[in-house]
């Protein structure tokens, strides 16, 4: 059974930074690709961004573009997201996900393994 561990979540003040790790077990990691999406209070959940499996391309929802970074490291299953200049509706539980396949992609469905969520709360 596959397992997703985020951690990195908090308090921070609009304009800092954070950075969310997920942990991955498995020996499969580096075969497909991984995402995170947020769910804000009352919303539903929503693509942030994405990372295929080999870590060349990645892919951003228009309102993170340029603030946040995707990252992976396969040699120890973790997927990254660095989170700067961090804005009140950033609020939200993060999930990491791990896709069907090793292509980016960007609907919820695609993603076939989920983890707990990391809660990012960011105060004006």
């Known amino acids: 059974q596959v397992q997703l561990v985020e951690s990195g979540g908090g308090l921070v003040q609009a304009g800092g930074s954070l950075r969310l790790s997920c942990a991955v077990s498995?020996?499969?990691?580096?075969?497909?690709?991984m995402g995170w999406f947020r769910q804000a209070p009352g919303k539903e959940r929503e693509f942030v961004a994405a990372i295929e499996r080999t870590g060349i391309t990645t892919h951003y929802t228009d309102s993170v573009k340029g603030r946040f970074t995707i990252s992976r490291d396969n040699a120890k299953n973790m997927v990254y997201l660095q989170m700067n200049s961090l804005k009140p509706e950033d609020t939200a539980v993060y999930y990491c996900a791990r896709g069907v396949s090793g292509l980016v992609r960007a609907t919820a469905a695609d993603y076939n393994y989920w983890g707990q969520g990391t809660q990012v709360t960011v105060s004006s």
């Open positions: 498995g020996r499969t990691f580096s075969k497909y690709a």
